[in-house]
């Protein structure tokens, strides 16, 4: 998802053990959440972005979830849900008996494909709709049984319906073809929106509820800081917020945890599969010249921009697909070395007959992709100023207008994160290599598209795909469309007596609030 950047902002593996088991609550254990991303949508066919989807996690339920720590779903709504036809175009799933809306309205399969089938209708620009373009028709046998018939193989069709795009709504409750825009969310999920506001959002547990959350808390306040993360920070410190997610600065976060040493403030480190790519327009003059995006690939220095930009809340990325997913190379460190070249770069251009300095702007977007990305793109510029063989400058503008120019071609190289839907290769590989490529940069290879990603997505057992996504990761390292840059750590920091906020950090994104407790 793009980090609107999707790219649901947001590394593979380390968690930190809190408490688990039976939690007794104390006098206050209604939990207060602040981040700076805004919800941009509360009704599932429009929202495509990390904070909407925290919404939907925990308002929605869909037939399959992600375990905490886990990347394959397993049956949360559904009992059982399996391809029938060993060649991954027929997907069946049976759901639990006596499900209902916390509103007290029965959930059935007919409620399953009215979602999906709203959805796509809909087709919102913002919405997830792009995630579901392999699904060919729906069936309702039964009150309980679902069919999904897919025009193609799609081995990663469970991941995508375990993602907020998979949400299951009222039929009573929505339009069929029109969005919800009235901040009401009606969903079977563990929790009810109970208010929606500019300020913040109120949820409640649903007693209905009958899925895989265990809830450890009487309900969750999420407060919204509209990028405000000094007064996010702030809050956390006074004691008005009781975990900050999403939005403190690489250098808050290097000071909390390492400086200022508050025996009632704890840094909290997860997995995160979010990362950050260079983009280059194939049709600009400029970075459209293999030479010149080889050229800036040898001399990027990651190490130094994850050290002082990022004060390590982040590691080097040197592949599209990061670290900790199934089928991750690291194609761009074994073409390009780990440590920046200067001849190297030098000799690509000359090659190229390219013999001055290579003129360059770097665009930005103040926020969306993270707090510090103007100071990231002016970073490296510098390291590419700082070899002699280009002059680089950057440009920030608003996130709408970026958008529009982007789209109109009048970047040559820009920034983009990505949260991912789903951890799986495919979602580090389809959306910006397939058929209706999102980055906007006009990049197209027939292996890849038409032959290498419909190869993975056929193959059911994932694993069996990692040669073919490392086939595509060499490719893409070649040709350069993009170039990674770094993967991100995932943080939260919670105030004294607050636990379980690991358990909603990993390569899912799912944030849940249901594990948070308080003493």
Known sequence: ???????????????????????????????????????????????????????????????????????EPEPDAAEACYFTDGRARVYK??????LRFSNGDPLTAQDVKFS??????????????????????????????VVFRLKVPDATFPSKIASGAGSIVDHRQYDSGKLRTD?????????????????????????????????????????FFHGDQGALKQDLLDG???????????????????????????????????VQHLVFDMRDPVAGKLAVRRAIAHVLDRDALVREVYRDTAIPLYSIVPAGIGGHTPA???????RPSRAEAAAVLRADGITGKVKLTLWSTPTRYGPATDQELAAIAAQLNASGLFDADVRSVPFDRYERDIAAGRYGVYVKGWVPDYPDADNF???????????GNHYENGTVTRELIPRTAALSERTDADGTFGRIQDIVAGQVPVLPVWQAKQYAVVRDGVHGVDYCLDASTVFRFWEISKD
């Open 1 to 71: 998802m793009l980090n609107q950047w999707p790219a649901r902002l947001a590394p593979a593996g380390l968690a930190l053990a809190l408490l688990t088991g039976c939690t007794t609550f104390g006098e206050d254990p209604h939990v207060v959440v602040g981040m700076s991303d805004d919800v941009l949508a509360t009704d599932p066919a429009s929202g495509y972005d990390p904070g909407s989807w925290l919404l939907f996690d925990n308002v929605f339920q869909s037939l399959l979830s992600f375990p905490s720590g886990g990347t």
């Open 93 to 98: 799933c049976v759901l639990k008996d006596g």
């Open 116 to 145: 999906f089938d709203r959805t796509l209708r809909i087709k919102d620009p913002a919405g997830p709709a792009v995630m579901f373009s392999t699904l060919d028709t729906i069936e309702t046998p039964g009150d309980r049984t």
């Open 183 to 223: 901040g009401v969310a009606i969903g079977s999920g563990p929790y009810t929106l109970d208010r929606f506001g500019k300020g913040e959002a109120v949820f409640s547990v649903n007693g209905r509820y009958k899925g895989n959350a265990e809830v450890k808390n009487t309900g969750i306040t999420l407060r």
């Open 240 to 274: 008005k917020v009781d975990v900050a997610y999403r939005g403190l600065t690489a250098q808050d976060i290097s000071a909390i945890g390492l400086r200022t040493r508050r025996k009632d403030i704890e840094v909290v480190e997860g997995s995160s599969a979010e």
């Open 332 to 338: 761009f460190f074994d073409l390009y070395g780990g």
């Open 429 to 439: 590989t389809a959306p910006f290599f397939g058929r209706g490529n999102v980055l």
